[in-house]
T-cell receptor
């Protein structure tokens, strides 16, 4: 009974490269969320998706960041032309339909050098 | 003003102590509330949902005060393993959840 699977666990990118973060939700969960966490700070909401739809992207920077949750395959958070300020832990979470808490993945720690 | 605010702590308590955390939220339309636990460099894990009538799970008790817009978490008989950061979270319609920055707890022998 796998939980939320995120990969890679650690990702190092040079400034200007692209970062792709993957997330497979708990089987049967139809809602996926991406959060970003800086050291000693809280979780900042980025985007909420359902299959093939972006429901709420109010926390996502307008430029360089995009997310998708295709019909088949994992959800992808894509960061183009990364900058040092993008270095953070990115957590994906999923939930079933209904008013339930989230199950989080173990996160991807992105370091931009 | 942050949507969800918590005292960052740290709270340093001896084993066996009772400790309480409060969390305030600014959006009166918030409908659902949760407490999560996050260990250092790990993912948050759902500790418990918070219901209007209050709820208890073993040594943990959560309360909601809608009039004053705060939720609380009480931990009785603290264990060393309770040392972690405790995040409160609020959901306002839809499924988007806003998290507080967390309260750090250290339980010492």
């Amino acid at each position: 009974n796998a939980g939320v699977m995120q990969n890679p666990r650690h990702l190092v990118r040079r400034r200007g490269q692209e970062a792709r973060l993957r997330c497979s939700p708990v089987k049967g969960h139809s809602h996926v969320y991406w959060y970003r966490q800086l050291p000693e700070e809280g979780l900042k909401f980025m985007v909420y998706l359902q299959k093939e739809n972006i429901i709420d992207e109010s926390g996502m920077p307008k430029e360089r960041f995009s997310a998708e949750f295709p019909k088949e395959g994992p959800s992808i958070l894509r960061i183009q032309q990364v900058v040092r300020g993008d270095s953070a832990a990115y957590f994906c979470a999923s939930s079933p339909e209904g008013d339930y808490g989230y199950t989080f993945g173990s996160g991807t720690r992105l370091t931009v050098v | 003003r942050k949507e969800v605010e918590q005292d960052p702590g740290p709270f340093n308590v001896p084993e066996g102590a009772t400790v309480a955390f409060n969390c305030t939220y600014s959006n009166s339309a918030s409908q659902s509330f949760f407490w999560y636990r996050q260990d250092c460099r790990k993912e948050p894990k759902l500790l418990m949902s918070v219901y209007s009538s209050g709820n208890e799970d073993g040594r943990f008790t959560a309360q909601l005060n809608r009039a004053s817009q705060y939720i609380s978490l009480l931990i009785r008989d603290s264990k060393l393993s309770d040392s972690a950061t405790y995040l409160c979270a609020c959901r306002t319609g839809g499924f988007k959840t806003i998290f507080g920055a967390g309260t750090r707890l250290f339980v010492k022998a």
